[in-house]
């Protein structure tokens, strides 16, 4: 029973690692999703980070504030989302096999 225990201590302490390392490279990655039919695009990186916002010049010679900050919100929000479902595939990759479906573990 002993080594048994040892190996799960073992395997515990290499999906740790693993996964800090993911949240590490998730800076790296980015998504970019857009409003508007392409008008406003956001970037995000894995970490949820909003990385960058791209306006199209036409949509700034309008004068529609009100609707250009909706399709700031609806881009950054997408992004966001498409962020945090790539981290959490990256995540389940880790740990798939380790941790039962459905066990919800702070951080993923």
């Given amino acids: 029973m002993k080594g048994g225990m ?3 201590m073992k395997q515990i302490q290499k999906m740790q690692a ?7 490279d998730l800076g790296n990655k980015t998504i970019t999703e857009e409003s508007g039919g392409g008008v406003v695009k956001a970037t995000v990186n894995g970490r949820k980070e909003l990385v960058s916002i791209q306006i199209d010049d036409e949509i700034l010679k309008s004068d529609d504030r009100e609707m250009l900050e909706d399709l700031v919100v609806a881009a950054v929000n997408k992004a966001l989302e498409s962020a945090g479902k790539m ?3 990256e995540m389940q990759n880790v740990t798939r096999g380790l941790i039962p479906p459905g066990l919800n573990i702070p951080g993923m």
Avoid at 18 to 24: D, G, P, R, W
């Fill in 6 to 8: 040892q190996g799960m």
């Fill in 87 to 89: 981290a959490e595939e």
């Fill in 18 to 24: 693993e996964m800090e390392k993911v949240q590490s």
